[in-house]
């Protein structure tokens, strides 16, 4: 396993295994990883040829008073991880070769990034799609993976890649959850044993949404009430949002009767948690 620093770098290697054919998956991450990465490692290296990850905390996507300088990192113990993986190749770029002096190009997925977590995180899928455009670009991978935890997110890229007729295939791939069901997250290494409990507010209130549906309610605003109120009986918790919409655009809906995305964002002390299910073709997917 290689580690690059450099554009120059990563576009050689990428070159030359595609003289001999290889097909190309691509893991773009901040690192810390966790089993939710290693999934998304895991499922490229089934699925291709050759494999890179790329490590790097892009600032572009912080706000100025989120965590962008606390952010946790830990090269060495992502390498020993990505090596046992199999991983091909790291790129993990200093800020300064992703966005050099005079930088000024961004890319913005209008309307999609302003819903959910857009409204409390304004200017972070802008960050999100510049970087991840600039990573293809370098990398030039067949297939891209991203974990369905970060929805809005997957839901963004599909349309970037749509819209400005990238030649990559997005891959969105499961939640993976501790044993207790939080989603796995970087952030959830910020939590306090109590908040750390406390957290379980996220995913009991998707089980009980899931529930709901399949009993057959498809009342959005009863289910989305219902949630609320499990997370309100969690004195750590603080809502940001819980939201049912509609998986392409992003939209509220009234009732369930199309592929909906039922998502939520809680402050749990002050570390900001994420979680969702989908209801796709009348399935749960959790
Ligand atoms: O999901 C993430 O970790 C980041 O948003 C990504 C896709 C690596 C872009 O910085």
Request: net charge neutral; proline share 5%.
């Amino acid at each position: 396993m290689e580690i690059a620093k450099t554009i120059e770098e990563v576009r050689q290697k990428v070159a030359d295994w595609k003289k001999s054919g290889f097909k190309i998956g691509f893991v773009p991450t901040m690192g810390y990883l966790h089993e939710g990465h290693l999934s998304l490692v895991r499922e490229s290296k089934k699925r291709t040829d050759r494999t890179v990850v790329s490590i790097f905390v892009n600032p572009t996507q912080f706000g100025p008073n989120e965590d962008y300088q606390i952010y946790p990192r830990d090269l060495e113990r992502d390498q020993k991880l990505l090596l046992e993986e199999g991983v091909d190749l790291i790129f993990y770029p200093p800020v300064e070769v992703m966005y050099p002096e005079g930088y000024k190009t961004y890319v913005e997925v209008k309307e999609l990034q302003d819903q959910l977590c857009g409204r409390s995180r304004p200017g972070h899928f802008r960050g999100v799609c510049t970087v991840v455009l600039k990573l293809f670009n370098i990398v030039q991978p067949d297939e891209a993976y991203f974990g369905w935890k970060d929805a809005q997110q997957v839901i963004i890229i599909q349309k970037m890649v749509e819209d400005l007729n990238l030649s990559v295939k997005v891959i969105p791939r499961p939640i993976i959850r501790d044993p207790d069901g939080l989603a796995l997250s970087s952030r959830n290494t910020y939590l306090r044993p109590e908040e750390r409990k406390a957290a379980l507010a996220l995913n009991r209130s998707l089980d009980l949404a899931a529930e709901l549906i399949r009993k057959g309610e498809l009342n959005a605003e009863i289910i989305r009430r219902r949630m609320l109120e499990l997370i309100e009986q969690e004195p750590l918790a603080r809502v940001d949002y819980v939201e049912i919409v509609d998986l392409k655009n992003l939209e509220k809906v009234e009732k369930l009767d199309r592929d909906v995305l039922i998502a939520l964002a809680v402050y749990v002390g002050r570390t900001r948690l994420i979680d969702n299910l989908r209801f796709i073709s009348g399935e749960v997917e959790k």
